[in-house]
Nanobody, 121 residues
Framework: QVQLVESGGGLVQTGGSLRLSCTAS????????MGWYRQAPGKQRESVAE????????NYADSVKGRFTISRDNAENVIDLQMNSLKPEDTAVYYC??????????????WGQGTQVTVSS
């Protein structure tokens, strides 16, 4: 089992910045990728950013390119999401997720509990 714990959400004004962190713990053999999704009220959950651990490839939703940066600390199984130039439409619950390889070489996706990000206009 893998546990993901997010931190860093909160309330910020338009144009402000927030930094989210996600720590993975538990039985971790290998991490394929980790990233962030978000879900705004009345909308579907959408992918925001991900980092593929082999090669550190990053992918971003078009709506956040140039404003958000995802990074990782492999030694600590931690990923961060630096969010700059925040807009009201970034308001959502942000969920950390990751694809982890277990002892049987099977890939499993895990989710965190989510952290609220609110951007006031």
């Amino acid at each position: 089992q893998v546990q993901l714990v997010e931190s860093g959400g909160g309330l910020v004004q338009t144009g402000g910045s927030l930094r989210l962190s996600c720590t993975a713990s538990g039985t971790i053999f290998r991490i394929n990728a980790m990233g962030w999704y978000r879900q705004a009220p009345g909308k579907q959950r959408e992918s925001v950013a991900e980092i593929i651990f082999s090669g550190d490839t990053t992918n971003y939703a078009d709506s956040v390119k140039g404003r958000f940066t995802i990074s990782r600390d492999n030694a600590e199984n931690v990923i961060d999401l630096q969010m700059n130039s925040l807009k009201p439409e970034d308001t959502a619950v942000y969920y950390c997720n990751g694809v982890f390889i277990d002892a049987n070489a099977e890939a499993r996706r895990y989710w965190g509990q989510g952290t609220q990000v609110t951007v006031s206009s």
